[in-house]
């Protein structure tokens, strides 16, 4: 079972092609520019054609549902519609905080991802080591005590929040996974294969991005 994977949440623009839960081949490029409406639908043919598949081989579309930024989520959002749409397949709307949350594997303590928003404010999102979620994803301006309950194990932090959060957040047991900046569709796989099994999709017609926030065009 053959399903695409699209993640455009952050300026990372990612696709990968999965069957049965494991990546065969990814494309990505983390763009300053977010030429994601430039590079999505490229990336997305090329990796069709290198794994000699055709789209009619497709089961299921997965995409990254957000928060995020909201020209990207919304370019990545209406690609993967239009194939579902095309093809009459399954639509599967991702957690991206639980996507970037694994991109780390740790004994024990906490994983905080962390997405920038607008000044101090963060997207962010709890989960213990074993990916179980413990605080919901949250909308949050940054202080000096933010995530202080968190006292007994290691916090980890990833994202592209995290040069906001180092000037912020002082505790001993944080640490900063500076290598792990934007989610990707590589650890989209496995978690889109499991909602398939369990037909955990959403409308084609009438799902929107989870964009917490309401957008705002600067002047």
Same mark, same amino acid.
């Given at each position: 079972? @053959?399903? *695409?994977? !699209?993640?455009?949440?952050?300026?990372?623009?990612?696709?990968?092609? &999965?069957?049965?839960?494991? /990546?065969? #081949?990814?494309?990505?490029?983390?763009?300053?520019?977010?030429?994601?409406?430039?590079?999505?639908?490229?990336?997305?043919?090329?990796?069709?054609?290198?794994?000699?598949?055709?789209?009619?081989?497709?089961?299921?579309?997965?995409?990254?549902?957000?928060?995020?930024?909201?020209?990207?989520?919304?370019?990545?959002?209406?690609?993967?519609?239009?194939?579902? @749409?095309? *093809?009459? !397949?399954?639509?599967?709307?991702?957690?991206?905080?639980?996507?970037? &949350?694994?991109?780390?594997? /740790?004994? #024990?303590?906490?994983?905080?991802?962390?997405?920038?928003?607008?000044?101090?404010?963060?997207?962010?999102?709890?989960?213990?080591?074993?990916?179980?979620?413990?605080?919901?994803?949250?909308?949050?301006?940054?202080?000096?005590?933010?995530?202080?309950?968190?006292?007994?194990?290691?916090?980890?932090?990833?994202?592209?929040?995290?040069?906001?959060?180092?000037?912020?957040?002082?505790?001993?047991?944080?640490?900063?996974?500076?290598?792990?900046?934007?989610?990707?569709?590589?650890?989209?796989?496995?978690?889109?294969?499991?909602?398939?099994?369990?037909?955990?999709?959403?409308?084609?017609?009438?799902?929107?991005?989870?964009?917490?926030?309401?957008?705002?065009?600067?002047?």
């Amino acid at each position: 079972m @053959y399903i *695409l994977n !699209i993640e455009t949440s952050t300026k990372n623009c990612s696709v990968s092609i &999965a069957f049965e839960g494991k /990546v065969l #081949s990814t494309r990505e490029i983390a763009d300053t520019g977010y030429s994601h409406a430039e590079k999505l639908h490229v990336f997305i043919e090329e990796l069709i054609t290198q794994e000699g598949l055709q789209f009619k081989d497709l089961h299921a579309v997965a995409v990254s549902k957000g928060p995020g930024s909201y020209t990207g989520l919304r370019i990545g959002v209406s690609a993967a519609k239009g194939i579902c @749409y095309a *093809l009459q !397949i399954p639509l599967l709307a991702v957690d991206t905080m639980r996507v970037l &949350a694994q991109q780390i594997n /740790v004994e #024990s303590g906490y994983i905080v991802p962390m997405l920038d928003a607008r000044r101090m404010e963060v997207y962010d999102a709890v989960f213990s080591a074993e990916f179980e979620q413990i605080q919901a994803v949250s909308a949050k301006v940054l202080h000096e005590t933010s995530y202080a309950e968190f006292k007994d194990k290691p916090v980890y932090f990833l994202g592209d929040a995290l040069e906001k959060a180092q000037t912020i957040l002082k505790q001993e047991n944080f640490v900063f996974c500076e290598m792990n900046r934007y989610p990707s569709s590589k650890q989209m796989a496995q978690i889109s294969y499991q909602m398939f099994q369990k037909s955990d999709f959403v409308d084609v017609a009438y799902f929107e991005p989870f964009y917490l926030k309401e957008f705002y065009f600067g002047k």
